[in-house]
């Protein structure tokens, strides 16, 4: 009787980290969203979750308007709770 071969085992996860250049990030997001997220979230079953995370830090503070303008947009872009600005 002939013997099939062992199945490979195929990964099951895949996660990766990449820096954007905050001048280039929406083309750049748009370029991983097309060339990995979707290949990903294309297979049958696949569970894909996509997270931004975004650090900054401003030596000289940040004025209030743009502390003012930066929260209103984080909250209704659905920042998760603990987003936003800090003192030290």
């Keep these: 009787m002939p013997q099939t071969p062992p199945t490979a085992i195929q990964p099951k996860r ?6 954007l250049d905050p001048t280039r990030a929406a083309r750049d997001a748009g370029r991983i969203a097309e060339e990995v ?3 990903l979230a294309g297979l049958v ?8 995370e975004i ?13 003012r303008i ?9 920042f998760e709770p603990g987003s936003g600005f800090e003192r030290d």
């Design 55 to 67: 650090g900054a830090l401003i030596p000289e503070g940040v004025p209030d308007n743009v502390v």
């Design 37 to 39: 997220v979707s290949h």
């Design 45 to 52: 079953g696949a569970n894909v979750t996509v997270t931004l």
């Design 70 to 78: 930066v929260t209103e947009n984080a909250r209704t872009l659905k």
């Design 14 to 19: 895949f996660h990766g980290t990449v820096q």
